[in-house]
């Protein structure tokens, strides 16, 4: 449910946006039931996006996870010894995930996270993302360099504060 309070002289307006998060907003409103009544539309409008029923607003310039990834392998990345691998591995495990198609403020860390879970869209698993400082036991696992670094981290043997 929408809500609006008063700070400064400005109603602000409180109401959940189109991926469910509380949003708070300024509101050239002059009164309270002015303002009620925006934070409400706002909220209705959001709804219906969060529903599907009509499409969110991209603003000029957006671009999608895919599109960026796809850019920084080809400007940032290019000329590189691992290249083919990095665009191997893109096109086989990024591009055609299901997020790839959306603008990176709407992916959610589950939609990322069932990617890596067992029966997830693609079986992946945390390949390179994952295991890049495995932590087990009080050693540090680095398996891309075979090393096994021993003795704890950084806060083994410190005294709490």
Not at 38 to 57: T, Y
Request: charged share 25%; proline share 6%.
């Amino acid at each position: 449910m929408a809500s609006v309070y008063e700070k400064c002289g400005r109603w602000y307006l409180r109401y959940k946006d189109e991926r469910g998060r509380w949003t708070a907003r300024a509101s050239s409103a002059q009164s309270k039931t002015e303002a009620r009544r925006l934070a409400e539309d706002f909220e209705r409008k959001a709804e219906r996006i969060r529903l599907g029923l009509e499409p969110a607003m991209v603003a000029t310039g957006d671009r999608t996870v895919g599109d960026i990834v796809s850019w920084w392998l080809e400007n940032v990345w290019i000329g590189r010894p691992s290249y083919s691998k990095a665009k191997s591995a893109i096109s086989a495990h990024i591009l055609v995930a299901p997020f790839a198609s959306k603008r990176p403020q709407d992916v959610t860390s589950a939609e990322i996270e069932h990617c890596h879970s067992p029966g997830g869209w693609g079986h992946v698993s945390p390949g390179p993302w994952g295991q890049v400082t495995g932590i087990e036991g009080p050693g540090i696992e680095m398996p891309q360099i075979g090393v096994r670094v021993e003795g704890g981290g950084p806060r083994q043997g410190r005294r709490g504060r």
